[in-house]
């Protein structure tokens, strides 16, 4: 699993005709063949290049269903500063289950962060 890393801070932003955004901090290098594995729960896998495999944890339901029928999204590379380095689509590739044991990197439902965070 030391493969994967983690964005805990992104945003999917919905345009006017539908199409979908993915606002994440920016990243060094290029990407190549940008892709999105997603089996319609609580995580996806974008994959940005052969080298970063990172995990797009906590996909909020009222989203997944849009992210479910899109067959690419918009990557928003972003600076600290909110400023966008780099734009551009990447694939959504649609599995049954993504073979990926999250409670071993810390993750559960979407559900259950939110009531975790709430009890605290």
């Given amino acids: 699993m030391s493969d994967y890393t983690t964005e805990k801070k992104f945003v999917v932003a919905e345009g006017d005709a539908g199409e979908l955004y993915i606002f994440l901090t920016a990243k060094k290098d290029a990407p190549c063949a940008p892709q999105i ?11 940005r290049n052969r080298e970063q495999k990172i995990i797009l944890d906590y996909i909020h339901p009222d989203i997944r269903e849009k992210l479910k029928k899109a067959r690419e999204v918009v ?27 999250w409670s071993l990197i810390g993750l559960t439902t979407w559900e259950k962060a939110l009531a975790d965070t709430a009890g605290a």
């Fill in 37 to 47: 594995i997603y089996d319609g729960r609580d995580h996806a896998v974008f994959l």
């Fill in 75 to 101: 990557m928003v590379e972003t600076l600290l500063d909110d400023n966008i380095k780099d734009s551009y689509f990447a694939d959504i590739k649609m599995v049954e289950k993504i073979p990926v044991d």
